[in-house]
C-alpha cells in the first residue's frame, strides 16, 4: 500500500507530487511511460514557457527539468517505462514495466496525470488516399525534434491548435517550406501570440473557413485539395483548390486520455473530456484526483502546474484524512462559456475557477449568478475558444447557493 | 526451379501455399507488394458468409458454404481470430421480406444449416439495438467474422514455417512457357522458374492471365469503402446485420470485428481503375447512412479509420477457377464470398494441379500449427510474467492505445513472413491501430524496425518503397 500514486510524470505529476511532499506526504510514487520524466515537453523545445510561473521564458526541456531537480531533492520515487494497464474503483492499480512485469500497487490516492492525445486523420474522415506523409504535429513534433529526422519539406497543415502554428515554425527554421495553416472555423484555436510569432513573422498563410477535403498520392503524399466552407462548415465545391505538397500535418484538437479514468469509474464530461472535478480536483471516485491536460486541455504549462499544485495539496490533505466541508454547490453555465472546472464545489474557500468560451466575443462582461443575484461581475475586452480565462470566487459567494451560474454577457 | 510458384500473397495464394505446404514439393509466392496481404485481402467485410446468396449449383455457392464450413478449424490452427456470431439479412418491408424469403430458399438448396427467418420480437432479442423499421430478418447462427489480413499473414507464415519461400516487390511483367514449365519475369529482369504456376493475383488476375496466354478472364474493380469505429462502439450489435442484397453486392453491412471493433461498409461502385482506392466525401457518407438505417446508434465521431478496397469481379458471374491444361491455374473473378470460400478454393486448386500432373506425396513433417500473434496479449497475468521475466522488451509497452509491448512488435518483424514496414507491424501486431493511430507510438516503431532489419531510421516506410515516413536527417535535406 502506498500513500499517493501519481499516474504520469509529464509536469502536472512532477508538480503535484511535489506539492504532495511539501504537504507532508513522504511515500509518493509517480509511474511514468516514457523512459524519462517531463511528458510531452521533452519534445517541446521552442521558448514561451514559464512566464507565469517563474517570470521567464524557458523552453519545455528546461521547465521540465526544474521540476525534474526537485523530484529529485524532495526524493520522489518514480518508476519509469512503467505502463499502468488498469485502475479499478478500490484505488488498485495495475501496471507492467521490464523489471517487474505485470503488478499491482494499492494506494490510498491517486492522482491522474496521464495528458491528452491528438485527434489523428481518422477521426476527421478526410476522404483521399492512405499515404505516408500525413502526421498529427506532435507526431512530426517528436520525429524533428527528439529523433532528428525531417518528415517532409512541402507543408500543409490542418488546424490551427498551438502544436500545429508551433510546427509552422518549426519546419519553416528546418528548410521546409509551409504552403498553408487551414483552418475550418472562422477563429484560430491557437494563441494569438504564437499566431504572430509563428505564422506572420514567417508570411506562413492562416486560411480561416478551410479545411481539406482530399487527400492525393498513391505511397507518399502528393498534394491536398483544400475547400472553403459554408457556414454549416460544408465545403463549398466551387472553392476548391489543389495545393502540391509532400506532408500533411494535422493540428486538430487534443483529447484527454481517460481510459484508465474510465476504468476507475471516475465520472467525465462530455464538454471538457476530462474528469468532473471539484475545487481540490477530486473525481466522483472518494481520494482520486485528476490535473493537467487530462483534466481539461490547457494553452500554457504554467496553469497546469499550478493546478497540479493544487489536486497535490488536496491529495495530501485527503491522505491525512482531512474532510471537507459538506457543501455541494454545482458551476454551471450558458453554452457561450463551454465549461468550468471545477464544476462541484464542495468545501467553503475562495478558489480560482477557470473556463473557456466557446466562439470569440469581444467587450464582455463575465456574470456569476446564484439565482437572480449577480455575486460578481468581471469585465473582458476579449475572449476567444483558444486562450483559458479564469475568474476568483470568495467563499461568501457560496453562501446559500445550489447553483452558481457563469454566463457571459455581450456588451 | 520451382514445383509450384503461387502469384498473389492475398488469403487465396496464401492458403493455397499453405495447403501445398504438406505436401514434398518446392514452391514459393510471388508477391508485388512490401508484404502479402495488400490486395482485397486486407480491405473487405472480414465475413465468413453461411452461403445463401449465391446461386445454387455456382463454384460461389458451392465453395463458399464448404469454405465456411472449414473456416473454424484453420482459424484454430493457425491462430486467426474467428468467432462464429451469426448473421442476420434484415428486412425493413414487404418487398424485403420476399428478398429474405428467396435467400432463405437459396440457402436451403445450397445446402447452408440452421437458417431460419425470425420476427421482428426475436430479432430485438438478438440485437436491441436494431432500427425500429426492421420486420423481420434471416437469421444464420452459421455466419462467422475472421480478420481476413491476419487469416494471410497467418496462412503465408505457416507455408514459410513449412519450407514455403516468399518473394516480395516481385513484380510479375512476363510469363514464358518453356519444356519444364513457366519462366516467371519480374519488371526488374528477376526470373522465377516453376514447373506449375498458380494465378492468384486478385484484382490483376486477367492481366497475368493473359501473359500466360490466357486472354478470356477479365476483371473489372468494384470500389467499396468502409469505416472503422472505435472499440467503444464493438458492442452496438453483436451479428453481422446485412441489408438485402442488389445486384451490385450484398449491401451496406454493420459488424462488430474480432478485435471488437464495429466496422461498416461497403459501397459498391464500378471502376476502371485498378489503384483507385480512395475514400470519397460521397461515399463515406453513405455508408454511415446506409448503416444508421439499421441502428440508430453509430457516431461517426468515433471513426478509428476508412478505407477502401477493391473486389476482383469477373466476366463470368461465378469464381473462375480453371486450368489452361498445361500446369498453369487461374483463380480469377475471386470477389464475395471469396474469403469465405478461400479454403475450399484452395483445396480445389491443388486438385486441379494434381489432374495436370502434380505429384502429392505428404510430408511426415508438416506442422499445420502457427502461434498466433495475439498470444501474449490474451495470456494471462502469469503467463505473460513468465516470459517478460524471460524477455524483458515484453514488459515495455510501445503501443499504449492496444497495449502492444516491444517484444511482440519485435516478434512481428521476425517471425515468417516478417514485417518489413509500419503497416505489416500494424496488421500484425495491431500496434498503431487504436485511437491515437500511431501518434505516440510510430517513432519508437520505427526506430525497432530499423534496428531490426539493420537499415537507417531515415529509409523505414510506411508500407514498402515510395512511402518513407522520413525524408532525411535534420539539417542534411
Not at chain 1, 463549398?236 to 483548390?241: F, P, Y
Amino acid at each position: 500500500m502506498r500513500d499517493l500514486v501519481i499516474i504520469g510524470g509529464g509536469p502536472a505529476g512532477m508538480s503535484a507530487a511535489a506539492a504532495a511532499r511539501r504537504r507532508g506526504i513522504r511515500d509518493i510514487l509517480i509511474l511514468e511511460r516514457d523512459g524519462r520524466l517531463g511528458g510531452i515537453l521533452n519534445q517541446c523545445i521552442h521558448n514561451g514557457f514559464g512566464l507565469h510561473k517563474f517570470s521567464e521564458e524557458l523552453t519545455g526541456p528546461e521547465y521540465a527539468w526544474k521540476y525534474e531537480e526537485q523530484v529529485k531533492e524532495l526524493n520522489i520515487d518514480c518508476m519509469l517505462n512503467t505502463m499502468v494497464l488498469d485502475i479499478d474503483e478500490n484505488k488498485l492499480i495495475t501496471a507492467t514495466n521490464s523489471e517487474r512485469g505485470l503488478f499491482t500497487v494499492k494506494a490510498k490516492a491517486i492522482i491522474l496525470a496521464m495528458g491528452c492525445r491528438e485527434r489523428p486523420r481518422g477521426a476527421l474522415n478526410i476522404a483521399g488516399t492512405r499515404p505516408a506523409g500525413v502526421y498529427s504535429a506532435g507526431t512530426a513534433q517528436k520525429f524533428l525534434n527528439i529523433h532528428g529526422y525531417m518528415p517532409g519539406k512541402e507543408v500543409v497543415i490542418l488546424g490551427s491548435g498551438d502544436i500545429g502554428l508551433i510546427m509552422a515554425r518549426r519546419m519553416t527554421l528546418e528548410g521546409a517550406k509551409v504552403k498553408a495553416v487551414c483552418e475550418i472555423m472562422p477563429y484560430s484555436g491557437g494563441l494569438a501570440r504564437n499566431i504572430e510569432q509563428c505564422l506572420n513573422d514567417f508570411g506562413i498563410p492562416l486560411m480561416l473557413r478551410h479545411t481539406v477535403v482530399e487527400i492525393h498520392g498513391e505511397k507518399r503524399v502528393e498534394g491536398v485539395t483544400i475547400a472553403k466552407v459554408d457556414k454549416s462548415m460544408r465545403p463549398i465545391e466551387s472553392t476548391r483548390q489543389f495545393i502540391k505538397c509532400d506532408t500533411l500535418l494535422l493540428s486538430v484538437g487534443l483529447i484527454p486520455e481517460n481510459e484508465l479514468s474510465e476504468k476507475a469509474g471516475v465520472e467525465l464530461s462530455a464538454v471538457t473530456g476530462g474528469a468532473v472535478v471539484d475545487q481540490d480536483r477530486q473525481t466522483s471516485v472518494d481520494g482520486i484526483f485528476a490535473c493537467g491536460n487530462v483534466l481539461h486541455v490547457h494553452d500554457l504549462v504554467d496553469f497546469v502546474s499550478d493546478e497540479a499544485e493544487i489536486a497535490g495539496n488536496s491529495a495530501a490533505e485527503y491522505i491525512k484524512g482531512k474532510k471537507n466541508d459538506v457543501i455541494s454547490v454545482k458551476l454551471t453555465t450558458d453554452g457561450k462559456i463551454r465549461y468550468t472546472v471545477p464544476q462541484t464545489v464542495t468545501a467553503k474557500k475562495d478558489m480560482t475557477v477557470y473556463f473557456r468560451v466557446s466562439d470569440v466575443y469581444r467587450n464582455v462582461r463575465i456574470n456569476v449568478r446564484n439565482g437572480d443575484k449577480v455575486v460578481l461581475s468581471k469585465k473582458k475586452q476579449r475572449v476567444a475558444p483558444g486562450e483559458m480565462e479564469n475568474i476568483t470566487l470568495k467563499s461568501d459567494m457560496l453562501d446559500n447557493a445550489a447553483e452558481l451560474r457563469l454566463e457571459l454577457e455581450e456588451m | 526451379m520451382y514445383d509450384v510458384s503461387v502469384i498473389g500473397g492475398g488469403v487465396i495464394g496464401g492458403l493455397t501455399a499453405r495447403k501445398l505446404a504438406r505436401y514434398k514439393l518446392k514452391i514459393c509466392v510471388i508477391e508485388k507488394e512490401n508484404d502479402v496481404a495488400m490486395g482485397a485481402s486486407k480491405a473487405n467485410s472480414a465475413i465468413v458468409h453461411a452461403g445463401f446468396d449465391a446461386a445454387p449449383l455456382t463454384l460461389k455457392a458451392k465453395l463458399n458454404v464448404k469454405g465456411s464450413e472449414m473456416m473454424e478449424r484453420i482459424a484454430s490452427e493457425l491462430g486467426v481470430k474467428y468467432r462464429r456470431n451469426g448473421s442476420l439479412v434484415v428486412a425493413f418491408d414487404d418487398k424485403d421480406r420476399d428478398t429474405v424469403t428467396e435467400l432463405y430458399e437459396r440457402g436451403i438448396k445450397n445446402g447452408v444449416r440452421e437458417l431460419r427467418i425470425i420476427e421482428r420480437g426475436e430479432v430485438l432479442s438478438l440485437e436491441p439495438n436494431i432500427s425500429d423499421d426492421v420486420v423481420c430478418a434471416l437469421y444464420a447462427p452459421t455466419g462467422a467474422i475472421v480478420c481476413p489480413y491476419e487469416l494471410t499473414v497467418a496462412a503465408i507464415g505457416n507455408a514459410m514455417d513449412n519450407g514455403a519461400k516468399l518473394y516480395t516487390n516481385f513484380e510479375v511483367s512476363d510469363i514464358n512457357k518453356t519444356g519444364e514449365g513457366y519462366e516467371i519475369i519480374s519488371s526488374n529482369g528477376d526470373v522465377i522458374k516453376s514447373a506449375y504456376v498458380v494465378n492468384a493475383a486478385g484484382i490483376n488476375a486477367d492481366s497475368i492471365a493473359a501473359m500466360a496466354g490466357c486472354d478470356d478472364i477479365n476483371i473489372r474493380p468494384r470500389r467499396g469503402e468502409y469505416i472503422l469505429l472505435d472499440k467503444a462502439d464493438g458492442g452496438v450489435v453483436s451479428h453481422t446485420i446485412f441489408q438485402t442484397p442488389s445486384d451490385m453486392g450484398k449491401g451496406i453491412l454493420v459488424t462488430p470485428t474480432v478485435d471488437g471493433n464495429l466496422l461498416l461498409g461497403p459501397t459498391a461502385e464500378d471502376t476502371d481503375d485498378k489503384t483507385d482506392k480512395r475514400t470519397t466525401p460521397n461515399g463515406l457518407s453513405k455508408v454511415l447512412d446506409r448503416a444508421r438505417k439499421t441502428t440508430d446508434r453509430i457516431d461517426p465521431k468515433h471513426t478509428i479509420t476508412s478505407f477502401c478496397g477493391l473486389r476482383a469481379v469477373g466476366n463470368t458471374g461465378d469464381f473462375i477457377i480453371k486450368s489452361n491444361g498445361t500446369g498453369f491455374i487461374n483463380a480469377a473473378g475471386i470477389e464475395s464470398p471469396g474469403l469465405s470460400a478461400a479454403p475450399a478454393i484452395a483445396e480445389y486448386i491443388v486438385e486441379l494441379l494434381k489432374n495436370d500432373g502434380l505429384e502429392l506425396e505428404e510430408k511426415s513433417d508438416f506442422n499445420p500449427v502457427r502461434e498466433p500473434t495475439h498470444a501474449f496479449r490474451e495470456a494471462s497475468a502469469e503467463a505473460k510474467n513468465k516470459i517478460i521475466a524471460e524477455k524483458s522488451e515484453y514488459g515495455r509497452i510501445i503501443c499504449r492505445c492496444e497495449g502492444i509491448s516491444e517484444g511482440e512488435i519485435r516478434a512481428a518483424i521476425r517471425q515468417n513472413p516478417p514485417a518489413r514496414d509500419l503497416d505489416a507491424v500494424k496488421r500484425r501486431t495491431r500496434a498503431q491501430m487504436g485511437r491515437c493511430q500511431g501518434g505516440f507510438c510510430m517513432p519508437y516503431i520505427t526506430g525497432i524496425i530499423a534496428e531490426e532489419l539493420g537499415i537507417p531510421y531515415e529509409e523505414v516506410t510506411k508500407s514498402g518503397k515510395g512511402s518513407e515516413i522520413n525524408i532525411g536527417k535534420t539539417k542534411e535535406i
